[in-house]
C-alpha cells in the first residue's frame, strides 16, 4: 500500500533520491565500491562535498555575495552552541518562539549574556510576537524561521541593524526568501535536504573573527570553512544524499517553483482545518506554517474513528508533538499534493460521518 | 572487476552489510517506508539505536560491568573536546604516538595544562614510547590504541592508576583486549564498525561528575546517556549500518574469531615486507599495527610498475599518508584474507621480474 509520510522529521524526501541514495550504497558510479566504503579524500566524494556546497548557495541565491556553505555533524543543537562560541562576545538578542529558539538560547546563557528581544512562550508558542526592538549594540540577532512543534512560522523578517542569524532546519529551500537579509543561516538536513546526520550552515564570511575567546577545533567556523568542509571525516552518506536532493530541487524549477507546490499544499490543508467543524487550528492564522499544520479534533470521541481511517489510508507520523496534542501535518518540499487530498478527503469523510 | 579495497577509512565493509543497508534505504522492515525518512522517536527506530548500544558493550565484554554505549556525532576530533570537557579538572596526561594523539593534545590544551607523558614525534612515530610514568595525582591518561598513518599499536596498556581514555578509532573490535581497563573508549564509525557519520563511546559511568565546569548539552556525555544517546536527532542511517555490522561481527564469533583471521593477514603482509628484498617495513617490529601495514619500496624506479599491477589487480587505496610516504595496506575486519594474498603475489611477482 502506498504510504502518506507526513512526519515531521526525519521525513519524507523525493523517490528519485531514495533509489539514487540506495543504488550508491550498493556500487557508487560504477566503481565496484560502495559509497561507503571509499575515502573520503577520493577525487570522487570530493566532488560530491563540492558539488553540494555549491548547490546550497546557488539555490539561495548567494553566488557573488560573500558566503560559504558547510555541511557539519551534530544537527542544529550543536549550532546552538557553535553560534554562541563564534559570534558572542558581549550580548546578543534572541526572539523566542518555541522549543528549538528556547533551547538555542539555554546553550548560548553558557557563555554570556544573552536578552530575550520577545517571546511568545506564555501563549504556548502559538503565535509570532512582531514589532520588537533589536538593539544595536547587540552582536547578533538570532531567530528560528518556523517551529516545527507549534505550527508558526515567520512571515516578515525584521531589517536587522546587526547580524542576523536564523536557524531554518524545518523550512529552508521551502520558500523565497531574500537570504542575504542573513549572515548565518543554519539547518539541520532531515526536512527538505536529505537524511538525518549532517547540518548546512551558510556563513557569510564577514561575520567571523570578530570574539576574543578560542574557539576549539571542531567548534570553529573559520576552521572548517578553511577545510573545505572536510576538517575531519565528513558524514559520506548524509552529504551524498544531501546533493541528490538538492540536484532535485534545482532540476524541478529551484526554490520558486516547490514554494508554488506548498503553497497549494498548505492551502488546502488549512481550508480543510478551517470549514469542517470537527477540526480546529492550533496557531495563530497570520502566523501558520507552510510547512507544519497543527491542529486538533473538536470532539474528542471520534479520535480514533479518525486514526483508524489515517491509517487504512496509508497515512503515517501526523500525530501531535505532546507539547501541543492533536495531530501535525507535516508538509515538506517532497511531500505529493495527493497525500494532502487524502488526509483531506478523510477529514471530509469523517464529516459527513459524524 | 572484483576490487581488493586497502582504503585507510571509511573503508570496506562486510557485503551483506552494504546489502542491508542498501535495501533498507529503499524500504526499511518492509514498512514501505525508507530508513531515512522514518521518525527516530519510532519504535523501529529507538530498537535499532538500543540493539547497537548493547551490542557494542556485549562484544567488548563490558556487560554488568557499569558501562554504557552512545552513538554521538562529529567523529573521534570532537571526543579530542568532550573527554576535556567532561574529565579535566587540573591536569591529564597524554601518549603521543601519532597525529591523532598530537590533535587531540592540542584540543585539549584549550581547556587546562596537559602534559606529555612520553612521544615518539622525534623518530616521526615510528615506534611506541615504553616505560613511561603515569602521574597518581592527575584527572585522566589518554592514549590512542592504533596509529593508522605510522602503522604502530600498543600491545600492552599500562596499569593505569588513573581514568585510562582511549581513542580505539581504528582497530575497535579488531583484538582482544581487557577492555574493562579504560573508562573510557571512543572510535570514529568508518573503520571495523560502520560508515563514516556517528562515533562510538564507551563509558564508564563512576569516571563522569567530577569536573566543576559548566559542560555544553551537546558536549556532556551525561545527558546524551540520559536520554539513551537520543538526547537530539541521531544519525539514522550511520547507525544502523553500524548495528549491521556488529550484528555481522557477532555472529562470526566475536572479537575472539575476527582477530584470528586479523593476525593470519598480518602475518602474510609482514612476512612479504621482510622477506621481499624489495621493500622495507615503516614501523618498528615489535609496534607494527595488524590493522595498517606501512611499507616502502627500497628502488624507487619501480614505483610506476608496482602501482599499474596493483591497479590492474583491482588493488585500491593502498597509497601512503602523505606524513610517512610509501604505501599502506589497511587490513581492517571486514577485509578478505584473499585481498592480501593478491597484493602479496604482486609483491612477489616484482621481485621475480626484478
Redesign the interface.
Known amino acids: 500500500?502506498?504510504?502518506h509520510?507526513f512526519?515531521?522529521?526525519?521525513?519524507?524526501?523525493p523517490q528519485e533520491v531514495?533509489?539514487k541514495?540506495?543504488?550508491a550504497?550498493?556500487d557508487f558510479n560504477n566503481?565496484?565500491?560502495?559509497l561507503?566504503?571509499?575515502?573520503?579524500r577520493s577525487k570522487e566524494f570530493v566532488d560530491v562535498m563540492e558539488q553540494a556546497r555549491s548547490l546550497a548557495i546557488e539555490l539561495l541565491g548567494l553566488e557573488g555575495k560573500g558566503y560559504k556553505a558547510l555541511f557539519l555533524?551534530?544537527?542544529?543543537?550543536?549550532q546552538?552552541?557553535m553560534v554562541a562560541l563564534n559570534l558572542l562576545e558581549k550580548r546578543a538578542g534572541y526572539l523566542n518562539t518555541g522549543t528549538w529558539s528556547d533551547?538555542a538560547i539555554?546553550?548560548a546563557k553558557?557563555y554570556d549574556d544573552i536578552y530575550e528581544v520577545a517571546s511568545s512562550k506564555s501563549g504556548n508558542y502559538n503565535y509570532i510576537p512582531k514589532g520588537f526592538d533589536i538593539p544595536e549594540e547587540y552582536d547578533y540577532f538570532h531567530c528560528t524561521s518556523n517551529n516545527t512543534i507549534f505550527g508558526t512560522q515567520i512571515k516578515e523578517f525584521p531589517d536587522c541593524p546587526i547580524p542576523m542569524v536564523c536557524d531554518m532546519s524545518s523550512d529552508i529551500f521551502s520558500r523565497q526568501l531574500d537570504f542575504s537579509k542573513f549572515d548565518i543561516i543554519y539547518a539541520?538536513a532531515?526536512k527538505n535536504m536529505?537524511?538525518?546526520?549532517?547540518t548546512l550552515v551558510v556563513i557569510k564570511e564577514d561575520v567571523l573573527g570578530k570574539v576574543s575567546r578560542?574557539i576549539?577545533?571542531?567548534?570553529d567556523y573559520k576552521i572548517h570553512m578553511n577545510k573545505g568542509s572536510m576538517?575531519?571525516?565528513?558524514?559520506?552518506?548524509?552529504v551524498y544524499?544531501s546533493m541528490l536532493t538538492l540536484q532535485w530541487l534545482k532540476n524541478l524549477g529551484g526554490i520558486e517553483a516547490i514554494e508554488k507546490e506548498n503553497e497549494k499544499k498548505a492551502r488546502l490543508m488549512y481550508s480543510e482545518i478551517d470549514l469542517n467543524p470537527l477540526f480546529k487550528g492550533y496557531s495563530s492564522k497570520v502566523d501558520r506554517s507552510m510547512m507544519n499544520a497543527t491542529f486538533t479534533l473538536t470532539n474528542d470521541d471520534l479520535k480514533e474513528t479518525f486514526e483508524t481511517m489515517c491509517h487504512s489510508a496509508?497515512i503515517?507520523?501526523i500525530n501531535g508533538h505532546r507539547s501541543v496534542g492533536g495531530y501535525r501535518a507535516s508538509m515538506y518540499n517532497a511531500l505529493p499534493l495527493e497525500s494532502v487530498q487524502v488526509l483531506v478527503e478523510i477529514m471530509s469523510e469523517l464529516e459527513n460521518k459524524a
Open positions: 500500500m502506498k504510504k509520510n512526519s515531521a522529521g526525519p521525513c519524507i524526501l531514495i533509489i541514495a540506495s543504488e550504497v550498493m566503481s565496484g565500491l560502495s561507503i566504503e571509499i575515502s573520503h555533524q551534530g544537527g542544529a543543537s550543536t546552538f552552541l533551547k539555554k546553550e553558557i539541520g532531515q536529505g537524511p538525518a546526520g549532517t578560542h576549539p577545533s571542531m567548534m576538517f575531519n571525516t565528513p558524514p559520506v552518506f548524509a544524499t496509508g503515517n507520523g
